[in-house]
């Protein structure tokens, strides 16, 4: 009687041993897919409706750079070939002043704490109800991520670290993205409290119910630049329009570093122009 109980035991804690891993494992799936809808590529996916392409695989150096992205995932790629894409260099003396350019009003929130790294940047995902008004339309702030060194160059000059954070038409889905540039100097303050969190291997990922607000890491002036432009990773949907910040923020070498080790050098090369206008606020 007494071996018939304890068989039963045994069988009822591996069943519940077996039920309770396949759950942790579905709930880390399940948060694994709300992070990644948030990713460029998804995005991109959504605004198309077409199936997704995370089967795809892309890196920033080899067989699979750069060069060849538009030829990686059949025909999902292609507008990585095209004649609109991002990033650019600012050749600051071809910007035209444009004064019906409005400036940027931002409705930011504070957000909890989401950290995911993708493997080839770290995705902060923010909070549903922060917006940006960009030339007049509203946007609704989805994630910021970041870039080693940064993307867009100006005047030929590279910085360190480029931010950028992505915002989205609820309507259309079109895209508009703030790019910040980082410049190596004082410790950053909003950047400090994550630098202990940061996920380090590909599909980590970090939350926390702390509090940051956006608006604590970004310059006091928010003139920019702006033009028509794509996506920085696959696909490169020319889906974006992009507000490229002229005063830059400070991080100190070592969180520089720091996020250098983690992500790499991940920026695509700069891109061809092909006639499009740079424009300013300011």
């Not at 940047?121 to 007049?136: C, E, K, R």
């Not at 509203?138 to 910021?144: A, G, H, I, P, T």
């Amino acid at each position: 009687m007494k071996t018939n109980i304890l068989k039963y035991a045994l069988v009822f804690g591996l069943l519940s041993i077996f039920t309770s891993c396949e759950n942790q494992q579905i709930d880390t799936q399940d948060q694994n897919q709300e992070v990644l809808k948030y990713d460029e590529t998804s995005l991109s996916d959504a605004y198309f409706g077409r199936k997704s392409s995370s089967g795809c695989h892309f890196e920033y150096e080899g067989s699979s750079g750069p060069e060849f992205w538009a030829d990686l995932c059949g025909d999902d790629w292609k507008d990585c070939g095209g004649n609109s894409q991002s990033p650019i260099n600012i050749i600051t003396d071809a910007v035209l002043e444009d004064e019906s350019i409005n400036n940027i009003n931002t409705n930011y929130t504070i957000s909890s704490t989401n950290i995911f790294n993708n493997g080839h940047t770290i995705q902060f995902n923010y909070d549903a109800g922060s917006s940006a008004s960009l030339n007049n339309i509203d946007y609704n702030l989805l994630q910021f991520h970041f870039h080693t060194g940064s993307e867009h160059t100006v005047d030929g000059v590279r910085y360190p670290m480029e931010m950028h954070l992505v915002h989205q038409d609820p309507i259309t889905k079109l895209l508009a993205v703030v790019g910040v540039f980082f410049k190596e100097g004082n410790r950053n303050l909003l950047l400090n409290q994550f630098m202990n969190n940061l996920p380090e291997y590909e599909d980590d990922h970090y939350t926390s119910s702390q509090k940051y607000h956006i608006k604590d890491i970004l310059p006091g002036d928010m003139d920019f630049y702006t033009y028509s432009g794509s996506l920085t990773t696959p696909a490169c949907s020319e889906i974006v329009t992009w507000y490229i910040i002229k005063e830059t923020i400070e991080a100190s070498h070592e969180q520089l570093e720091r996020f250098e080790h983690i992500m790499h050098k991940n920026f695509r090369p700069i891109q061809t122009l092909s006639g499009r206008i740079v424009s300013t606020n300011d």
